[in-house]
């Protein structure tokens, strides 16, 4: 949305202003998109020290990043929303997430503004997730202010990026602001440029309240702090207000701004302005990012459109070391719920691992920072199950069914088709690594939507992947192929009937459900043989042979077997005639027989650690 077609919309609409209340022509909502790494944190350090709201004695880096896991991996998980005033006016920053496990929380936040700025690397250049919520901002319709950030580094070279973006947005490449979010050069005149082109907020403020929730957090006190942005109407102090997606009802307790603590605003919030409520409920669920609020009595009949729950896409078990933490895991699962809307479990029960969590997440960093979260925050030892995605199995007599897990993969019975989910995948990278990128990708069963030049040596590649090919090394092996220069942003893109199988492992003839794996027919063998490798290595010799298989259904694929503890039983037979040593050893070969009948191998906790944890991808692309 332009300047003028705002005013047009302004002086269409005349705002009424309650006393005490910002004018929203004097409101400027808007939020920062960036890849992980890109400054965004640092700028808005700087932001809220130019404008006056933290002093320098209470600065930090990356204040608005709350939680320790943030600040020791860089990188911003939840949304933070932030009240700066700036030459008469109100500004409403919202810094969001840059990792495209997090793409839904950026989604709310700009439906929440009305620019945004699009801040890049001067030493990078723009990089695939960057690109992707840059087409999300403007889907919105939001204002873009191209800027690069980091110009004091050695490395950077604004003027070749200035062109990348310039050519991206269709701007002038003299139009790409340059600021340091380090040491504050051109902030100032940022904020200014914000003030200057970024659309104020547009609303009814006669009709029915309508506000749009954009995140929510859970405050051990407080209950549940949900933030909202007023697009329509009024929300005051003790009023009964109306969740239009879940229909609970609620008392706000307490509204205000965050400027960057929070303040009680007596006047509440009115249009365009951002703020938070408290209603006092426990439960976030109640309170889901991209719900509207209305009023109870007299509230609106419509709510604002784009609501929709966050899907899972990969699944993974959550078992406790130590069974008898199974309650203390299910209890810290309910409390994270309550700061995770997007977390999704189910208990289920392994025969080799005992009771656990079948969990969902956005992705393998969602992943990563749960099982981080839960055992520093509430002190657990968990294995993690291999990930997995979401499979559609259709069988011949035309009943259906939903795979989490590979032990619902069903063995009985003939399956006509498996689907598996695919995603549209967009990889950034130098030309020079165009072949190595193409082999990586053929190999994981991908197929070539196109290809575009950005700049002479830039290239962004399209590609339509298997999701579960995606979530275990594919990331790793692509930073590796291209020297860390690839960038990789990829979305859901519906499904495909696929050759997949349920590899089993088996010891001693009896399947292991926690090493099971939905994999492509052609990557079977490749699994088996691997899994019964590490397997050899990590558990212990017994007093009789173990076999280790691998088998898809009834067919064997691999075998490694784990030699016995032999005792010298012929260290007390010395001379005498080769009958007394054959006998000898066929009566210790018979007690080795009846052991093995009722004997079980027994696999250590930490061999299925070992087999069962690889560092993610994504851990290793939140350290980079």
């Known amino acids: 949305m332009d300047l003028t077609l705002s005013s047009t ?3 269409r609409t005349p705002v009424r202003i ?10 400027r909502n808007f939020c920062i998109i960036a890849h992980i790494d890109h400054g965004k944190s640092t700028l808005a350090d700087r932001m809220l020290q130019i404008t006056g709201v933290v002093d320098d004695r209470s600065m930090r880096a990356q204040y608005l990043d709350r939680m320790d896991i943030e600040r020791e991996r860089g990188i911003t998980i939840k949304s933070q929303a932030v009240r700066l005033p700036w030459d008469g006016h109100v500004l409403n920053m919202i ?13 709310r936040s700009l439906q929440a503004c009305e620019g945004a700025i699009l801040l890049v690397d001067a030493a990078q250049g723009i990089e695939a997730q960057t690109l992707a919520n840059l087409y999300l901002a403007m889907n919105n319709d939001l204002h873009i202010i191209p800027v ?9 070279q604004p003027e070749k990026f200035a062109e990348e973006i310039a050519g991206l947005i269709g701007c002038d490449p003299s139009e790409v602001l340059k600021v340091s979010g380090k040491t504050g050069v051109g902030v100032p005149e940022l ?30 006190y407080r209950g549940v702090v949900t933030y909202v942005r007023v697009m329509d109407g009024h929300l005051g102090k003790r009023e009964r207000i109306l969740m239009m997606s879940t229909q609970a009802q609620h008392e706000t307790l307490e509204i205000g701004v965050i400027s960057p603590e929070p303040k009680i605003s007596d006047q509440g919030l009115g249009v365009g302005e951002v703020g938070y409520l408290i209603t006092g409920v426990k439960d976030v669920r109640q309170s889901r990012v991209g719900d509207t609020v209305t009023t109870a009595v007299r509230g609106a009949q419509e709510p604002l459109a784009g609501y929709e729950h966050p899907k899972p896409m990969v699944f993974s078990g959550l078992y406790p070391i130590d069974g008898d933490e199974y309650p203390e895991l299910r209890e810290a699962l309910d409390k994270l719920q309550l700061n995770d809307a997007a977390l999704v479990y189910e208990p289920e029960t392994s025969a080799a691992l005992g009771f656990g969590f079948r969990v969902g997440f956005l992705g393998l960093l969602h992943m990563e920072i749960v099982r981080e979260r839960l055992e520093r925050e509430f002190g657990l030892s968990l294995i993690s ?11 011949e007599d035309g009943k259906e069914l939903t795979v989490t897990n590979p032990s619902e993969f069903p063995t009985g019975g003939k399956i006509a088709e498996v689907y598996e989910p695919v995603t549209k995948s967009t990889i950034l990278a130098p030309a020079e690594f165009i072949g190595a990128i193409m082999e990586i990708c053929q190999g994981r069963r991908g197929q070539l939507q196109g290809m575009d030049y950005l700049s002479e040596d830039r290239v962004e590649i399209r590609y339509t992947l298997p999701l579960g090919e995606i979530i275990f090394d594919f990331f790793d ?17 519906g499904e495909q009937a696929s050759e997949l199988v349920k590899v089993d492992i088996l010891l001693q003839g009896e ?10 027919k052609d990557k079977a063998y490749t699994y088996g043989v691997d899994m019964a490798k590490k397997l050899k290595d990590l558990i212990p010799r017994q007093q009789y042979e173990v076999p280790i298989q691998a088998a898809i259904g009834a067919r064997v694929i691999a075998r490694e077997n784990i030699r016995a503890i032999r005792k010298d039983v012929l260290a007390k037979c010395y001379g005498g005639d080769i009958t007394r040593k054959r006998k000898l050893l066929e009566k210790q070969k018979e007690g080795k027989k009846r052991m093995k009948m009722v004997g079980r191998v027994e696999v250590p906790q930490e061999a299925f650690v070992a087999a069962l944890s690889t560092e993610s991808s994504a851990d290793k692309a939140a350290k980079k």
């Open 148 to 156: 690069l950030n980091k110009i004091d580094l050695p490395a950077a």
């Open 9 to 11: 919309l302004s002086k």
């Open 95 to 107: 810094d969001t997430p840059g990792h495209v496990d997090f793409t839904y929380e950026v989604s």
């Open 18 to 27: 309650q006393p005490g209340q910002t004018d929203p022509a004097l409101i």
């Open 191 to 220: 904020l200014d440029h914000v003030v200057q082109t970024v659309p104020a907020p547009v609303g009814d403020a006669d009709a029915a309240a309508r506000a749009l929730i954009f995140d929510s957090v859970y405050d051990t």
């Open 511 to 520: 399947a292991v459900d926690a090493f099971s794996a939905i994999v492509h």
């Open 385 to 395: 199950t291999a990930p997995n995605v979401v499979y559609r199995v259709v069988m």
């Open 477 to 493: 092996q692509l930073k590796s192929r291209t020297r860390g220069y690839a960038s990789l942003d990829y979305e859901p893109a």
